[in-house]
């Protein structure tokens, strides 16, 4: 590490440049109006190039590896990204008062329809929805990211296999369910891809507001986005998979 002091001192002093409130604020325009975000950003000098979020129930903390391939625009970026995810972690209790009627298994689906997440983070992160989630990336992240969208379609049966699975009783431990589900997020798979995809979809079509409302209410995410795509498809702009009545019946179980 030591023979890295210099590039490392040049990518912190670039870091400072990054606008933090900026970033703060395209992941609040993404949230609730009772939303906050209050975190510490912990750039970290280290031999293991891996970032992550600590404790963000009760004193958040984003820790950022200190790499020199990486410029302002894009710390600035991620920043963004993990706030909204601080932003999103402050209203879980609301949040999980919505599906407290549910029967056991399919509230366990719904908290991992919640892992779509990811995909809200990317659009806040970007600034909207006509601006590309990887914009200000190294081009080789761009071109996955394209690649990865280009498969919307086969990922979306792929998740929808696992939440059905899940809502209806056939993955009952959080083991089994984890092995499946935890796979999805991989670099960035379909919890953000097909995620991304959903909320840019939703809020072309009925504007940001209903788009947050769907964060909030996770039970209104899948069958509003269903609503949008039957309108790009009506409209002949897009055609795009969508849920299954089966997996939207089985996510609105409720107990007897």
Known sequence: MARKAGALRRTLDDWRKAD?????ARALAYLPEDARIRAKV????????????????????????????IPSAKFENTVAHELHHVGFASVATRRDSLLAGLTPPARAAMNWVGAFGEGFAMLAAAGGPDIHPHAVSPAEDRARWDRDVAHFDRALDTVQVFLL???EGRLATEEEQGKVGGAFFGVQGPWYTVGWKMAVVIEKRYGRARLVECMLDLRQLLPTFNQAAADLDRSGRERLAT???ELLAALAATRR
Do not use: C
Not at 20 to 24: M, N, Q, S, T
């Open 42 to 69: 912990f750039p970290v000098i280290k031999p293991q190039g891996n970032s992550f979020v600590f404790e963000t129930d009760t004193d958040p903390a984003i820790f950022l590896y200190l790499d020199p391939k």
């Open 243 to 245: 849920w299954s009545p």
């Open 20 to 24: 933090l409130a900026a970033a703060a």
């Open 165 to 167: 699975d899940v809502a």
